[in-house]
Nanobody, 124 residues
Framework: QVQLVESGGGLVQAGGSLRLSCAAS????????MGWFRQAPGKEREFVAAITGSGGRTYYADSVKGRFTISRDNAKNTVYLQMNSLKPEDTAVYFC?????????????????WGQGTQVTVSS
């Protein structure tokens, strides 16, 4: 069982930056590929970024490529999402998720554990 707790959300002006953190419980954190997803009001939850257990490979949605960076610190059982050049359309609840497996995944159903989410609001 893995428990995930996100933090770092808040209100920021367009063009600003935020760094989200996701702290995980468990001794085998490094074995889990991790992902970030987001859900805007009235929209379905969508994939944002993913990272392998070792941190050696990452993958991004086209909408955030070049602006967001996913990383992880396995010694701290934490995955991060650095968000730069934020836009109002980035406003959403952001969720981290852990996947039992070895490969990256962008589909929500591929993830086994989810956090409760953290709100990110970008004002224009």
């Amino acid at each position: 069982q893995v428990q995930l707790v996100e933090s770092g959300g808040g209100l920021v002006q367009a063009g600003g930056s935020l760094r989200l953190s996701c702290a995980a419980s468990g001794r085998t954190f490094s074995s889990y590929p991790m992902g970030w997803f987001r859900q805007a009001p009235g929209k379905e939850r969508e994939f944002v970024a993913a990272i392998t257990g070792s941190g050696g490979r990452t993958y991004y949605a086209d909408s955030v490529k070049g602006r967001f960076t996913i990383s992880r610190d396995n010694a701290k059982n934490t995955v991060y999402l650095q968000m730069n050049s934020l836009k109002p359309e980035d406003t959403a609840v952001y969720f981290c998720a852990a996947r039992v497996g070895s490969e990256l995944a962008i589909a929500q159903y591929a993830y086994d554990y989810w956090g409760q989410g953290t709100q990110v609001t970008v004002s224009s």
